[in-house]
């Protein structure tokens, strides 16, 4: 028996409430630009999403991935936020799993990059330290995909103005990288008007004001990705929506936006943020049926 879905649109904004597996078998093939998700993880949101044990993780992840790997443009990219937990004094495995099991599902593991919470929970463990980071994974469907590196610099600062004008000419002109990432130590590529290309660390805060959801991720996480592989017009999905803040951040960046969700709260909090005057209910979901 399919579960009934339904759905709500409103201008190049849809939302759907039901199981993402079966939403995602109505998606194209290559429709989407970008998909920016954090699903829930192993044993966590247990009063929610009903918690899933680190043993049985990646095996429910995969059909998932699988549609993924379906909807997303040869062009596109994956970013999966997501973190172990420790069971019994030791870090779970279920995450490097998840990798592994993905790659032979035919993605690339093309990046990793750490989400430094600036402002987490302090806390102390008789083996260990406060979690200060989350793991943001970055998966492709080929080598070449769309990036617009451009979008993400940042301010140089005073860092510019002390050692970068001690550089010597043969520092300027160094040869290029001998591994085909366009740079290597020719020095003047990374430059631009006192702007440089970012690390792999996003230093974010947590998001602290939305308390209708146990784990929302701050605006500017799905903003940075958004920025650095879409541009207007391009499609952006979350199958695991919660709150919405990927959806609403995509919309207000004038992208397209598809957001799914299984809990008919977070579908309602969203759909009250989205169409707070005008709400239109697709009468007819995409095979909507029982």
Same mark, same amino acid.
């Given at each position: 028996m399919r579960l009934q879905i339904f759905a709500m649109r409103y201008g190049d904004t849809s939302i759907y409430l039901g199981d993402c597996r079966e939403v995602l078998s109505e998606l194209?093939?290559?429709?989407?630009?970008?998909?920016?998700?954090?699903?829930?993880?192993?044993?966590?949101?247990?009063?929610? #999403?009903? !918690?899933?044990? /680190? @043993?049985?993780?990646?095996?429910?992840?995969?059909?998932i991935t699988e549609q993924l790997l379906r909807v997303l443009s040869p062009t596109g990219t994956f970013i999966l936020n997501i973190k172990e937990k420790v069971v019994q004094g030791e870090r779970s495995t279920y995450v490097l799993e998840l990798i592994?099991?993905?790659?032979?599902?035919?993605?690339?593991?093309?990046?990793?990059?750490?989400?430094?919470?600036?402002?987490? #929970?302090? !806390?102390?463990? /008789? @083996?260990?330290?406060?979690?200060?980071?989350?793991?943001?994974?970055?998966?492709?469907?080929q080598r070449k995909f769309h990036m617009y590196q451009d979008a993400v610099r940042v301010p140089m600062g005073d860092w510019a103005k002390t050692r970068?004008?001690?550089?010597?000419?043969?520092?300027?002109?160094?040869?290029?990288?001998?591994v085909g990432s366009g740079f290597g130590k020719n020095i003047s590529n990374w430059l631009a008007r006192d702007m440089a290309y970012p690390t792999n660390v996003l230093h974010l805060a947590t998001e602290c004001g939305n308390r209708k959801h146990s784990a929302v991720f701050p605006r500017a996480l799905p903003e940075w990705f958004i920025k650095l592989f879409t541009q207007p017009g391009d499609l952006v999905l979350d199958p695991f929506m919660g709150a919405g803040t990927t959806i609403l951040v995509a919309q207000s960046m004038n992208r397209r936006a598809v957001g799914i969700d299984i809990l008919p709260e977070y579908y309602n909090?969203?759909?009250?943020?989205?169409?707070?005057?005008?709400?239109?209910?697709?009468?007819n979901p995409p095979n909507d049926s029982n």
């Open positions: 194209d093939d290559n429709s989407v630009d970008l998909v920016v998700t954090s699903p829930p993880y192993a044993d966590q949101r247990a009063g929610t #999403y009903g !918690g899933i044990h /680190p @043993n049985d993780y990646v095996q429910w992840f995969l059909p592994l099991a993905m790659r032979k599902q035919g993605w690339l593991w093309t990046e990793e990059f750490i989400w430094h919470k600036k402002n987490c #929970y302090p !806390g102390k463990w /008789p @083996n260990r330290f406060r979690d200060a980071w989350e793991r943001v994974l970055q998966f492709n469907k970068l004008k001690k550089l010597s000419e043969t520092d300027k002109q160094r040869d290029n990288s001998r909090m969203v759909k009250e943020q989205l169409y707070p005057e005008t709400m239109l209910l697709l009468e």
